[in-house]
């Protein structure tokens, strides 16, 4: 048996990642004619034609979209064992690392995680993007390093995923409001009137599935997209804004915060990254950096 050219993985990696023979040798340097060779190669080589074409573009056939993850991996892994393996020197790291986080992360635990990094490797930036979906594909293809959220159903089998804490929803108004004094039951909080959290614009979750068995169920005045636009509209009108306690802390000054008074299902936040860098000397230091500046901010503030 012929010895196979292993060369050929890095070309099917790009060539699967780009979905483009022409962006494809662009980013290895190639011409067109020789990455078209290439690509000849690999279609005698699998039996498969991998990439066909569907209008003025390719598309991966079946076999090309099961391949694609494995080899991706074999690719990388084959880069760490090549790679040298360094002692790390903070002091002298010199490298950006992309966060994606959801929001709140940044106002509640980047202070303390910024100071961290500064002081330890002065070196190094920190880029922190908007989470915007449970996606897991920056992951992959590396343009985000870390990312905080809950782990689900969209998030890839071969993500690393460590806990960080857990949070809960609570109850948000302003000072003043009326459900700023007294004691708070499930039907003056359903009475008031109240903002929905929903990136997807849902105006149902599980605050009112939890309402259901008491026959509630709350006015819905206005859908926004995030937290932050939750609690300025209860900080300056009588709404009500249901939030994470812990993704919100810094949010909510001079507001007054209370627990819900049903029970709704508590979630875990995650710390994730791509296996590539599980090893990485200075993404180790940066997920303990991470993990440290959340389990330095206190729990819930009610019992």
């Keep these: 048996m012929s010895t196979p050219d292993l060369n050929l993985l890095v070309t099917l990696d ?103 990094v500064g002081k330890e490797a002065p070196g190094v930036r920190l880029r922190f993007v908007q989470k915007s ?10 343009t985000v390093d870390l990312e905080t959220g809950v782990a689900g159903k969209t998030t890839s089998p ?9 949070d809960r929803f609570i109850g948000v108004v302003r000072k003043g ?18 903002i929905s959290v929903s990136r997807r614009g849902l105006d149902n979750g599980p605050i009112d599935e ?16 995030g937290f932050s636009a939750a609690l300025a509209l209860a900080r300056a009108c009588d709404l009500i804004a249901s939030v994470p306690e812990r993704h ?3 949010l909510r000054s001079g507001m007054h915060s209370f627990p819900l008074p049903v029970s709704t299902p508590q979630v875990m ?4 990254w791509h296996p590539r860098l599980d090893a990485d000397p200075a993404h180790r230091w940066l997920r303990g950096c991470v993990r440290d500046a959340c389990a330095n901010h206190p729990p819930f503030i009610h019992a």
Excluded at 28 to 36: F, G, Y
Excluded at 86 to 111: A, D, I, K, M, W
Excluded at 210 to 225: D, H, K, S, Y
């Design 14 to 116: 790009v060539l699967l990642a780009e979905g483009s023979v022409a962006r494809a040798a662009r980013r290895l340097r190639l011409s067109p004619s020789a990455m078209s060779r290439s690509l000849a190669r690999l279609r005698e080589t699998t039996g498969d034609p991998l990439l066909v074409r569907a209008g003025r573009g390719l598309v991966p056939t079946p076999r090309a979209l099961e391949l694609c993850e494995r080899v991706s991996q074999l690719v990388q892994d084959a880069q760490a064992v090549l790679r040298p393996a360094e002692n790390l020197n903070l002091r002298q790291l010199n490298r950006t690392f992309t966060l994606r986080t959801s929001e709140g992360f940044v106002e509640n635990f980047g202070p303390d995680l910024i100071a961290r």
């Design 133 to 142: 979906n449970k996606d897991s594909a920056s992951l992959r293809d590396g």
């Design 158 to 166: 071969e993500v690393r995923a460590q806990p960080l804490f857990r």
């Design 177 to 194: 409001h009326p459900l700023s004094q007294g004691e708070i039951t499930p039907s003056r909080y359903a009475a008031g009137r109240h």
């Design 210 to 225: 939890a309402l259901i068995p008491f026959r509630l169920e709350r006015e819905i005045v206005t859908i926004v997209g």
């Design 248 to 250: 919100t802390g810094n």
């Design 269 to 272: 936040v995650s710390l994730l």
